[in-house]
Structure formats: C-alpha cells, structure tokens
C-alpha cells in the first residue's frame, strides 16, 4: 500500500509541475533559513562545552552597590580563599590586557609583531582548563619566563622549526623579557577563553620583571587587572560561598567599599542563565532567543504555505476524492495516500534545503564572520529541537491536510458545491494575515535597526574625527634615548606640510580609557562618593586641539606639565560628567576647591566640554585628564589630498626613530564603524529574514488566488458577459487579498513596535520611533501582494468567458 500511495504522490506532482515546484521550493526556502540560524545557535550554544570541569568551576566577579558586575580581580585573592575554605578545589589567574606588546624571534634581525591576543596565566593553566596541548608538557608552564603558543601562532614565528625550547622576546610595559617556549596548544573555536600566545604568571613573581609595576604584584589586593576562576567541590553551595569570599574581602579594610565578590557558573560564561541574568557574559542571549524566534517564524510561514496551496488544489481533487468514496475507498485508505504525498513534498523541501544551505554557506559565514558549517548543529542540544520542530511540523501540516482533503462529502463534489463552504476558506486568510503580519513586522524591525545603526554612526559624539590617523606607538626598543627619540619623532613631524595636528596620548576616543578608579572627593562630598568610579585618560597638551574637544571653564595642560612625573604632578582636568559626580553645579566652582584622590591633593585647572569617548553604546562617563607624555599613540590630523602618500611618509619617519617596532595604524572614524559591527551585523539578518519571509509569504498568496480564481471561474465568466473590464475583475479579486494585508498590518504594528522599543531600551542613545516606518512596512508588503496577485487576477481577467462558462 505504501509503494502505491508514493507512486501515486509522485504522478500527483508530476502533473501538477507549478504547483509541485512553489510548494516544495517554499518549503526548501524556510527550511533552508531555519537550518543556517540553528548553525549559528548551535555553535552559541556549544561554547565551552569541551571543557571537562565546567560544571563545578566558577569565575569571581566584583558586584558593586549599583548591581554593577565586573570580572576583573585583585590577585592576592584568589590563594587566600584557598588557604581558608576547603571547598576551593584549585584556582586559576589569567588576564588579557596588560601582556600586550612587540614579540619577536630572539636572533638576529627577526621580524618583530604586535601581539594582542597574548596575556599571563597560571601555572595550572592547561591543567585547570581542557586545552589540548600539541606540543610539550603541560607541568612546565609552571616555570617563569615561560611561553606557550597557538598552532598559528608557532608557524609564524619558527615555520617548520621544531618552537619548543626556542626563545622569543617580549617588549610590553613590563619591559624587554626573553621567554622560552614550552609548548604548542589548540584552542577551540567555541572558547570564550582565547590566546595565541600565552605567559606563565610565575614570570610577574619575581619583582625584577614587573620594571616598577608594583601594582601587578602577585600578592597585591589592591589593583584589579586579573581574572580568577574557582573550581569548587562537588555539592558546594555557591552563594554560601560568595558569603565567605566577601566576608574576607572585607577583613582588610575593604568593608567600606560596597563591593561584594559573586560566583558566576563558568557554564554561563558565553551565554546568561536567563533573560534575567545580569552577569556579564561574552555573548548576546537576547539576539540568540530573536534569532531563533525568526527562524521558527520563517519556518512556519513556509509550513502555512504548504497548508495554503494543497488546500488550493482541493477543487481538483474534489472529484477524486468523491469518486473513490462511492467506489467504497475508505476515509482512512484516502488520508494514507494524502499523508504520504505530504511527507514526499516535505522530504523533497528538505533535501532541496541542504543544497541551498551548501550554496548560501559561504554567504552566511560572511556574514557571521565565522566558519559555521551544518555540522555544527550536532554541537549543541539545540540539534534535538531543530530536529523535533522539523518532524512534528512536518507531521502536523501534512496530518492536517490529509483530513482536510479526505474529508469531503462525495456528493457534495461530485454536485460541484464545494466552494460554498467558507470554514475552509476562514482557514487559509488567517494563515495569509500570519505570514503578512509576521513579514510587516520583520520590515519594521530592519527599517528600525539600520535606523539606530546610522544614528549611532553619524551622531556627534563632540570630537572631530576625520582624517584623523592614529599610530600605535612603540614597544620595543625602550632604551635610555628613548625619550629623546620620541620628542624628535614628534618635532620632525610637525614639519610636515601635510600635517595639520598631531598628539600623544595614553589613549583616544573610541577607544577604552587608560584606567578606571575611584577615591575622588572634595570638601562638600557626601559619604559614599569616594566609592564612585572615574576613567583615566592620560593625555598631553596638544590631546584637546588635535580632537577639537573645547573647554567650558578654566585651561588647558601646559607642555611643562605633561613633562612632570607621574607621582609628582597635582593638576587634572575634569569633564562636565566629572563636575557633576563630584557634587559641583558650576563648572568653574570646581576650579577654586580642592579635589582629593585618596591622600593626593589635585588641583583641577579646567573642565572638559562632554564627549564620547567610548562608543554612544555607552553613557559618558566622569573623566580625569592627567597630563603625560605617553608614546602609546599617536594621533594625527592629515591634509585632504594623497592619503596613501601621506601614511608612507609617517612610516618612513616612524621607522627612522623606532626600528624593530611595527608600523600600526588605523583611522578614528573607521575603528569607530567597526564598534557598531554586531548591529551591521543582525541588521544584514534581519534584511534577509525580511526579505526570505516576504518572499515565502507571496507564494502563499499566489496559492490562495490561485485558489479563489479557479473557485470564482463562473462568477468571473459571467461578469464578464454583463460588460465588466479587465480593471473591474482585477479590482474585484484584488480587494478582499489588500485587505487581508490591511489586518495584518494592524496585527504587526504593535507588536512590533513594543519589540523594537524593547531592543532599543538597551541603546542610551537612541533614536524615536516614528509612525512612517510602520506606513513604509505596509506599503511594501502591499504593493508586494498586489504585484503577486495581479499576475493572477489579469490573467483571469483576460481569458475567454465562454470557455470559463462551457468549463463549468
């Protein structure tokens, strides 16, 4: 019987070629979409998940009393807690900051790079994490002055030379030190935890290597540069915990601070616990619930289709149906046959599917700025449910019409009645408003979203950033005439025509800040605002012109000043945020009050006009400007004119006073572009989504006129003969289609705006929602529908109603 029914499904589809080729390849489009999105959830999903011990490790945050979370850590903590609580099984430091400098080979003229994926860790740190190791042992780590490389990482450097033993010198704040290599390890791409060169912290234990760092002092409880992960005993109970940690925090004079130590699951590292969670974490779950939200939607609009056009051949298998009933077929025999016509249709979907995920892959990891392939959705659970919506989708929609088609009375069909049942019909509009809808609402939240992207791009953020050059300044090379070197490299500069400005700074806008502190007071402050926190930017006299940035009160930096050491200087400036933390209304009232920092008398000689120094995803915060002159970047205003000319002549000047340091550099509103990339990045999603449930929607609406023309052929015929035009049918098979899309507009606007406005909520600044966009949304999909349903209705309109009426 089974054998019967598939051959009979195939000639089904073989004889009716339109309506076999829109239902199927519907079907493969929202497939193929659910499929390319499970990819990129999956592999979200899988983060972490190779690590053995992720169920009972924990990573130790900072929790202040703004329910603020941040993870960087004192490192005098961590072998306290140990030494104290028995439930601590063993710990593990690492950071990803401060290592950053100029590595090279340690022969000859080796050509030297700039290393930022590199930072210290702990001893255990291939023992404590599930890092395969392809080279060397893992015990040796524990050994100072001692590098482990990434597979990438170990070509660079030694080619086909055996890297283990070799040594390579590292230039960074910590000064020139020579490390030994002791092995090559992999790191998967689903790790949160990522390096390609990585440092023993036993290196930062022996005083001699810190080059005046104190505050990177091993046992220092004071300066949070670290992150520390915890691996407790099974059954521990973590707030309990938390309890203790905080509770010795507090034992040295930390009591006053407000800030408590919490526990976060090393589980939940990549992604929260819940919408709910407030922990910080490396990736979105919020865009992971939209993402897959829209790919079930897709999915089922192209399911709706295939509910749509099968009932829209009901009226051709009317009299099938009718003819095997009298001839004593059974209800059941008949959905037998239905059934498996709907799992063919739905098999073919899917194996049209995976070839067009095969062709669209390439674009989809260009888009995600990953290497997904469908494998990937083996890496996660999210695979059982992919697979589980799939079939019970599958079996739904094609049970469903099964009864549907089976059902019919045969004396009904067989008398051609059939289209006076209007249950059917009530049926396929609500199906059609769902896709419209569905669709409107997807329009709306991609007009919405490059709305706030462009916003964010072309906001003033209250610096001028055009044809500004910013160097990444040296590393290496860092000698007794360094100095002398760099105001050289900075007074030859000045001399060239095609320089307009020019700075040194510690950092610069768009970028992150130096460092952020707390401890600032000043006579009129009320208890708690010394726990306030302010970022450092150290910058020199000419940081403030070269950007543009103007002052509301007072001056600014001296070239004397920047000169002063760092422990012997007393003049700041502060940012209008700054004035407002510290408890000043007027600007200039700041200018005649002592400021404390701790026990450090600062004198503020001027106020900072507001500007964004991080990107406008981030509120301003109070800033301190401390005069130095640091040779971490330089930034450069260029003339209009060659630009490629102009960077060839910084490089050649750079190189001349800084050999064996390499040439980085980027632009300011460029490197600001490239902060706004995740939002790039969903609204290309979100237009694609758009446009594939669009597209997917239309073909249900083809069926449905399909449907409603071979329904209304006599109607149409005799109309015809009574002297309506062609515009007189289009309009009138037109109507009741425009008007469904009319009720799922007014469906789609509010949710999706309460949608958009909760997305927007996490922007501080933001655009408004304005009501075109919601008019622009239902134009589209209106003109859309009527595109796709005039191509029926004309040609209804067009054809001989003596035929029609002789057909019926």
Not at 256 to 273: E, T
Request: aromatic content about 12%.
């Amino acid at each position: 019987m089974f054998y019967h029914n598939l051959k009979l499904a195939f000639r089904t589809l073989l004889r009716n070629k339109i309506y076999s080729l829109v239902n199927i390849g519907g079907l493969a489009l929202g497939i193929a979409v659910f499929l390319l999105l499970l990819e990129y959830v999956s592999f979200e999903r899988s983060f972490n998940n190779f690590q053995e011990n992720a169920g009972n490790t924990y990573r130790l945050l900072n929790e202040d009393q703004k329910n603020s979370f941040w993870p960087e850590i004192e490192p005098g903590w961590a072998p306290r807690a140990k030494e104290k609580f028995p439930a601590i099984i063993d710990y593990c430091r690492l950071e990803s900051d401060v290592a950053k400098g100029i590595l090279q080979r340690n022969t000859g003229n080796a050509p030297a790079f700039r290393e930022t994926s590199i930072g210290f860790a702990e001893g255990n740190f291939f023992e404590f994490f599930s890092f395969p190791l392809l080279k060397g042992n893992a015990a040796s780590f524990h050994a100072p002055n001692t590098i482990f490389l990434s597979a990438g990482s170990a070509e660079k450097y030694f080619g086909n030379e055996e890297p283990v033993g070799q040594q390579l010198i590292l230039s960074n704040q910590f000064g020139k030190t020579i490390y030994q290599v002791g092995g090559v390890f992999e790191i998967p791409a689903n790790s949160d935890i990522r390096y390609d060169q990585v440092l023993s912290l036993e290196t930062l234990r022996n005083p001699a290597n810190l080059n005046g760092n104190d505050w990177a002092a091993l046992e220092n409880t004071g300066s949070q540069y670290l992150q520390t992960y915890l691996r407790l005993t099974p059954g521990t109970t973590p707030e309990l915990l938390e309890t203790k940690l905080t509770a010795l925090r507090n034992e040295v004079g930390k009591e006053n601070d407000g800030v408590r130590f919490r526990l976060q699951s090393f589980q939940h590292l990549h992604l929260a616990a819940s919408l709910n969670d407030s922990f910080p974490t490396a990736g979105n779950i919020k865009y992971l619930y939209i993402l897959s939200l829209i790919s079930v939607l897709i999915l089922l609009i192209a399911w709706f289709n295939y509910v749509n056009l099968s009932t829209a051949q009901a009226l051709k298998k009317a009299n099938e149906v009718g003819v095997r009933k009298i001839a004593g077929a059974s209800r059941l025999s008949l959905i037998g046959q239905f059934l498996v016509e709907a799992m063919l249709v739905n098999l073919l979907g899917f194996v049209i599917a995976l070839l067009l995920v095969y062709f669209l892959q390439p674009l989809f990891n260009s888009v995600m700025a990953l290497k997904l392939s469908p494998a990937d959705i083996l890496s996660s659970s999210a695979w059982m449910f992919g697979s589980g919506l799939l079939l019970a989708g599958s079996l739904l929609t094609g049970t469903y019409t099964a009864f549907a088609l089976s059902g019919f009375n045969p004396i009904v069909t067989l008398r051609n009645r059939l289209t006076r049942s209007g249950s059917g019909s009530r049926i396929r509009k609500t199906l059609v408003v769902t896709q419209f809808a569905i669709s409107i609402a997807l329009i709306i939240g991609t007009v919405l979203i490059y709305q706030q992207l462009r916003y964010l791009q072309e906001k003033n953020i209250g610096v001028t950033k055009a044809q500004m050059l910013i160097v990444r300044g040296p590393e290496a090379g860092k000698d007794s005439s360094f100095n002398q070197r760099q105001v050289a490299f900075l007074q030859m500069l000045s001399r060239y025509p095609f320089v307009e400005d020019y700075a040194g700074s510690g950092t610069y806008p768009g970028g992150w800040y130096n460092f952020v502190t707390s401890g600032f007071t000043q006579p009129g402050s009320l208890k708690g605002d010394e726990f306030k926190s302010y970022a450092f930017a150290i910058i020199d006299e000419r940081y403030l012109p070269a950007f543009e940035i103007p002052l509301v009160a007072g001056r600014n930096f001296r070239p004397e000043e920047t000169g002063i050491p760092w422990d012997k200087n007393n003049k700041v400036l502060l940012n209008e945020t700054a004035v407002a933390a510290l408890g000043f209304k007027n600007p200039d009232d700041v200018l005649h009050t002592p400021v404390q920092w701790d026990e450090r008398a600062l004198q503020v000689i001027g106020v900072v006009k507001d500007y964004n120094h991080a990107n406008l995803k981030k509120t301003i915060m109070p800033m301190i400007f401390y005069p130095q002159n640091s040779s971490a970047y330089c930034c450069i205003r260029l003339a209009s004119g060659s630009v490629s000319q102009h960077i060839a002549g910084v490089e050649k000047l750079y190189k001349q006073y800084f050999p064996g340091n390499p040439f980085e550099y980027f632009f300011l509103d460029e490197n600001y572009q490239r902060q706004y990339a995740a939002e790039k990045q969903y609204g290309q999603l979100f237009t694609a989504a758009s446009v594939w449930a669009v597209i997917i929607a239309c073909l249900g609406l083809f069926g449905l006129t399909t449907f409603t023309v071979t329904s209304r052929t006599k109607e149409i015929g005799i109309r015809k003969v009574l002297g309506a035009s062609v515009l007189d049918i289009t309009q009138l098979l037109s109507r009741d289609f425009l008007l469904l899309v009319g009720i799922a507009a007014l469906i789609a606007f509010p949710v999706a705006w309460w949608a958009m406005q909760r997305w927007l909520q996490d922007f501080p600044y933001r655009i408004n929602i304005s009501w075109w966009v919601f008019a622009l949304a239902a134009v589209i999909a209106s003109v859309i529908a009527l595109i796709t349903i005039g191509f029926q209705s004309v040609r209804a309109a067009l054809s001989n109603p003596v035929k029609n009426l002789r057909t019926e």
